[in-house]
T-cell receptor, first 109, second 113 residues
Framework: RKEVEQDPGPFNVPEGATVAFNCTYS??????FFWYRQDCRKEPKLLMSVYSSGNEDGRFTAQLNRASQYISLLIRDSKLSDSATYLC??????????FGTGTSLTVIP | DAGVIQSPRHEVTEMGQEVTLRCKPISGHNSLFWYRQTMMRGLELLIY????????DSGMPEDRFSAKMPNASFSTLKIQPSEPRDSAVYFCASTLTTNQPQHFGDGTRLSIL
C-alpha cells in the first residue's frame, strides 16, 4: 500500500459546482498535512495547510479525519480558474513526507 | 522576497552530455529538495539535504545522478552522462524545517535528445 493515495480523477465539473477530493494515508503517526495546487507546466504551490479542527479559506475547506486516516479538500462555487491538479502532502513522525500523485480538476463553463 | 531560484529554466542537449541544474533556496531555509516530474511517474523525490548534508538519496535513479550542496545558498544536481529517459521537469524546493510546507522553484525543463 502506498503511504499516500489520491484518486487521480479527472474530475470534470461545471462552473459553480461543489467538488471534494480525498487523500488517504497509511501511517497513523502523521503530524502535518498540506494541499498543494499545480497548474499545467508550473510548479506546485501551497494552497493551504490542514489543521486538526479543519480550516477554511474562502471557497476552500480542508479537513482532517485522523480516525479514518484521510484529509479532504472541498471547493465550493467552482471557478474556471480552479482547474488544476491538487496534490496532498502528509508528513509522518520522523519528518518523512509523502506527496500524493495528484487529482486533476477541470471546471467546465 | 525572492523564492527558490532555479537555473536554467530550459535545457535541451544531446544524450551523453553532462547536465548541471542549479538551485538557490530561500534564505534561511535549512532543508532543500530535488524532485523530478514526468507524466508517467508524477512527482518523485530524488534527494534532500538538511543543513547542507544529504539525508535521503534513495530516490536518485542511478550513479549517473549526483547532487551537492556546498553551502546553505546553493545546490546542484548533475546528470552525467545524460540519457533521453532523463527528460523531465526537475524541481528544487526548500523549507525552514522538514515538517513545514515546501516552497518550489519554477523548475528546469530538461530535454535529452
Amino acid at each position: 500500500r502506498k503511504e499516500v493515495e489520491q484518486d487521480p480523477g479527472p474530475f470534470n465539473v461545471p462552473e459553480g459546482a461543489t467538488v471534494a477530493f480525498n487523500c488517504t494515508y497509511s501511517n497513523s503517526a502523521s503530524q502535518s498535512f498540506f494541499w498543494y495546487r499545480q497548474d499545467c507546466r508550473k510548479e506546485p504551490k501551497l494552497l493551504m495547510s490542514v489543521y486538526s479542527s479543519g480550516n477554511e479559506d474562502g471557497r476552500f475547506t480542508a479537513q482532517l479525519n485522523r480516525a479514518s486516516q484521510y484529509i479532504s479538500l472541498l471547493i465550493r462555487d467552482s471557478k474556471l480558474s480552479d482547474s488544476a491538479t491538487y496534490l496532498c502532502v502528509v508528513i509522518f513522525t520522523g519528518n518523512q513526507f509523502y506527496f500524493g500523485t495528484g487529482t486533476s480538476l477541470t471546471v467546465i463553463p | 522576497d525572492a523564492g527558490v531560484i532555479q537555473s536554467p529554466r530550459h535545457e535541451v542537449t544531446e544524450m551523453g552530455q553532462e547536465v548541471t541544474l542549479r538551485c538557490k533556496p530561500i534564505s534561511g531555509h535549512n532543508s532543500l529538495f530535488w524532485y523530478r516530474q514526468t507524466m508517467m511517474r508524477g512527482l518523485e523525490l530524488l534527494i534532500y539535504f538538511n543543513n547542507n548534508v544529504p539525508i535521503d538519496d534513495s530516490g536518485m535513479p542511478e550513479d549517473r545522478f549526483s547532487a551537492k550542496m556546498p553551502n546553505a545558498s546553493f545546490s546542484t544536481l548533475k546528470i552525467q552522462p545524460s540519457e533521453p529517459r532523463d527528460s523531465a521537469v526537475y524541481f528544487c524546493a526548500s523549507t525552514l524545517t522538514t515538517n513545514q510546507p515546501q516552497h518550489f522553484g519554477d523548475g528546469t525543463r530538461l530535454s535529452i535528445l
